[in-house]
């Protein structure tokens, strides 16, 4: 436990002292964002612009989280235990690529389809049944979503399949 603390400390560390805009947290048996994390970084949070939370045991995200890091442009969680995600996710107007991959999620983040910088979202291998496919065309910058891996009902895969002028990944592709 004490190796993954400084493991998370050095990072962080690094971030600030050499005014990086990326925050590398992947693999340090978080099982939550760490709320000294928030101190730290409140001077350089602006800066931030990609966050990896990727392999980590996260079981949720805070609203505080998407409160203090305004800028982000991606978020890689993938691999964590994720079952969904706060509302305010929604008012992240620079997001343009967020990994929500090999999580627990089984409901599609609606509100993802919220915002309108938005590119890519990875949803592979989570326990989604349904994908709100108006919300998804309706999305100005939507280019790519992956929903590989996922128990998709019958009218949401044949949704799927028909063109959109984004591209879709799901299970049915050769």
């Known amino acids: ?13 690094a971030t600030v002292e050499e005014g990086r805009d990326t925050l590398d947290l992947s693999n340090c048996k978080l099982i939550s964002f760490p709320d000294g994390v928030f101190k730290v970084l409140r001077s350089v949070s602006e800066n ?3 966050i990896t ?3 980590n045991e996260m079981k949720a995200i805070s609203s505080k989280f998407f409160a203090t890091f305004t800028q982000l442009r991606e978020l890689d969680m993938q691999g964590n235990v994720l079952t969904k995600l706060p509302d305010v996710v929604g008012e992240m107007e620079h997001l343009t690529c967020i990994n929500l991959a090999n999580n627990k999620i089984s409901v ?10 938005l590119e890519r979202i990875n949803l592979e291998g989570n326990s989604i049944t349904e ?11 939507l280019k790519w979503i992956n929903v ?13 399949q028909s063109p959109h002028n984004f591209d879709i990944v799901s299970t049915t592709d050769a």
């Open 1 to 13: 436990m004490a190796e993954a603390v400084a493991n998370v400390a050095r990072r962080i560390n």
């Open 48 to 50: 931030i612009h990609v």
């Open 53 to 55: 939370l990727a392999d």
């Open 108 to 117: 599609f983040p609606e509100k993802l389809t919220e915002i309108p910088t």
């Open 131 to 141: 994908i709100p496919m108006e919300k998804l065309v309706a999305m100005p910058k």
């Open 148 to 160: 590989k891996s996922n128990p998709l009902d019958k009218d949401t895969l044949t949704a799927v």
